[in-house]
C-alpha cells in the first residue's frame, strides 16, 4: 500500500486540487533522466542537506551526504532504466510533492543477469534560496502487485549455496526451475538440465553444491517434474530446446553455459545450435548412441505412454519400475546379466523419485518419444561453440575438450557432500570465466 508522509497527507486534505505544475515537472524528468544516465553527481545536488530516504525494506538514511553515498554505491553496481509515471506532480506555495509508479530494469555491471522492478514512489519538495526545487523526504516501495502493463521478473539471485525452487511464464504454461549462487558472482550462470525421465529436483544436493560457486538455473524439461507438458501431441526435441531457450528469456538469462546428461544433453546440443551465440560452454555428460534393433528395444520399453487409471495399478507399475530402475539395465530386462549390483537406494530417496514419477507419469515419454528420433551423431558433427564431452563422444565433435567426472558414488541425490563439492568444483573449473 502506498505510504504518504504525514505532513504531505495533512497539506492533500487541507487545500484544493491542484494542476499539473510545469516546475515540478521539469524536476520530476529531470531527476529520473539523471538516474538513466547514472549521473550521481545531479542526483545529489537534487537534494537538501537534512533530506531524508525511505527505500523499501531497508535502513532510513538521513542527510545528503548518507542518501548521495547510497545512490552513487548503487550506481557503481547497476546500469539502470528507470520508467516513470508520474500521478501527482502539485505545488502549494514553497512545498511540492511527486509522487507516481515506476520500472526499473537493474543490470549488474559484473556480468550477472538483470531483472526488473516495479513499485510507487513519493517525493516532498521544497523550494531552496535559490529558488530550485529539492528532494525534502523521498519514499519508494516495490510492489508484490504488478503494475498495469508491467511485467516483472524474479529477482534471479538468491543467498550463497541457497537453491529455491521458482516458476517462469512461457506461452503454454509454467516452467518450474530451483535457482542460487553467489549474490554478487562475476561468472556466468550454468543452466544445468537433467536427465530423464526424472526432474531438476533429484539433482538437488549438486546444484546446492554448484551454486557454492557460479549462478545455477535448473529448469524441470517441459512434461516432467512440476512443468507444465508441452501443448502438442507429438513435439521434437526442438521443441524441448526451444522451450528451455524461451525459459531463459523469462529468466533474464542472456547468455548462459549448459550442462546435460542423456536426454538433457540432446536438448543442450539443440539449444547450441539453435543459439550458439548464447552459449558460453556446453558440458555434455553420459550420452548413448542406439541404432537399429537395439534402438527399436529401448524406444519401445524405456519410457513407457502411462495413464492413470481409478484402481491405481499405474502406481504400482511406476513403484516396480522405479525399483527396476536401481536394479537392472535397462529395467525391463531382468536375467543375472543385467544387473547393476549397487543395491537400492534408501527408502527416503526411492520415495522422493517415485513422488516425481507419479506426478509427471501421464507426459514424461513426450521428451523420450523426441529423444530416440534425434539424429545425436549427425547434430554432434556441426557444434561450433565450446563444448567439453567424455573422451568417447568428444571424438564426433569439432574441437571438443575432453572430461572425466569426478565420481559420486551412484546417485546424486545420496552421493556424499565432499564427493558433490569435487563434482562442482570440476564442473565450475570446466566452464572457466
Do not use: C
Not at 571424438?395 to 545420496?414: F, H, K, Q, Y
Request: proline share 7%; glycine share 8%.
Amino acid at each position: 500500500m502506498f505510504r504518504f508522509t504525514v505532513v504531505a497527507l495533512l497539506t492533500l486534505l487541507s487545500l484544493p486540487a491542484q494542476a499539473e505544475d510545469a516546475s515540478v515537472r521539469k524536476f520530476h524528468d529531470a531527476f529520473f533522466l539523471a538516474w538513466n544516465e547514472s549521473n550521481a553527481e545531479d542526483l545529489v545536488e537534487r537534494l537538501t542537506e537534512d533530506t531524508i530516504y525511505h527505500p523499501h525494506g531497508a535502513q532510513t538514511l538521513n542527510g545528503r551526504n548518507a542518501v548521495g553515498e547510497s545512490y552513487s554505491a548503487f550506481l557503481s553496481s547497476f546500469d539502470v532504466r528507470m520508467n516513470v509515471s508520474a500521478e501527482v506532480l502539485e505545488s502549494f506555495g514553497n512545498h511540492g510533492i511527486m509522487q507516481g509508479t515506476y520500472t526499473s530494469i537493474l543490470t549488474p555491471k559484473d556480468g550477472r543477469p538483470g531483472w526488473e522492478r516495479s513499485g510507487r514512489y513519493h517525493m516532498d519538495l521544497v523550494k531552496s534560496d535559490d529558488g530550485q526545487w529539492r528532494i525534502a523526504r523521498e519514499v519508494t516501495q516495490t510492489t508484490t502487485d504488478p503494475i498495469a502493463g508491467v511485467k516483472t521478473s524474479p529477482d534471479p539471485i538468491a543467498t550463497q549455496g541457497e537453491v529455491r525452487r521458482r516458476f517462469a511464464d512461457i506461452a503454454e504454461g509454467q516452467v518450474h526451475y530451483w535457482q542460487g549462487g553467489p549474490a554478487a558472482s562475476r561468472k556466468l550462470p550454468v543452466l544445468f538440465l537433467h536427465p530423464g525421465p526424472h526432474s531438476a529436483r533429484v539433482q538437488k544436493p549438486l546444484l546446492d553444491a554448484l551454486a557454492g560457486y557460479r549462478p545455477v538455473y535448473a529448469p524441470d524439461i517441459m512434461g516432467m517434474g512440476d512443468s507444465s507438458p508441452p501443448p502438442e501431441s507429438g513435439p521434437d526435441l526442438d521443441y524441448f530446446a526451444d522451450a528451455v531457450l524461451r525459459f531463459a528469456d523469462a529468466a533474464g538469462l542472456d547468455r548462459f553455459s549448459v550442462y546435460g546428461s542423456n536426454l538433457s544433453a540432446r536438448i543442450g546440443v539443440e539449444m547450441a545450435l539453435q543459439q550458439p551465440e548464447r552459449v558460453h560452454t556446453l558440458i555434455l555428460n553420459r550420452m548413448v548412441f542406439f541404432e537399429g534393433d537395439t534402438l527399436a528395444m529401448w524406444a519401445g520399453e524405456h519410457v513407457p505412454n502411462i495413464q492413470p487409471d481409478q484402481e491405481g495399478a499405474y502406481v504400482t507399475f511406476l513403484w516396480s519400475r522405479l525399483r527396476d530402475l536401481n536394479t537392472y539395465v535397462p529395467w525391463f530386462k531382468k536375467g543375472a546379466e543385467n544387473l547393476r549390483g549397487k543395491g537400492l537406494p534408501s527408502a527416503d530417496v526411492l520415495h522422493l523419485s517415485f513422488v516425481e514419477q507419479v506426478k509427471m507419469a501421464p507426459t514424461m515419454h513426450l521428451a523420450f518419444n523426441a529423444y530416440w528420433s534425434y539424429p545425436l551423431a549427425e547434430k554432434l558433427a556441426r557444434l561450433s561453440v565450446r563444448t567439453v564431452a567424455l573422451e568417447n563422444d568428444a571424438i564426433r565433435i569439432p574441437n571438443a575438450e575432453t572430461w572425466t567426472p569426478t565420481p559420486l558414488g551412484g546417485n546424486v541425490i545420496s552421493a556424499t557432500p565432499d564427493a558433490l563439492v569435487i563434482r562442482a568444483k570440476q564442473i565450475d573449473a570446466l566452464i572457466g570465466d
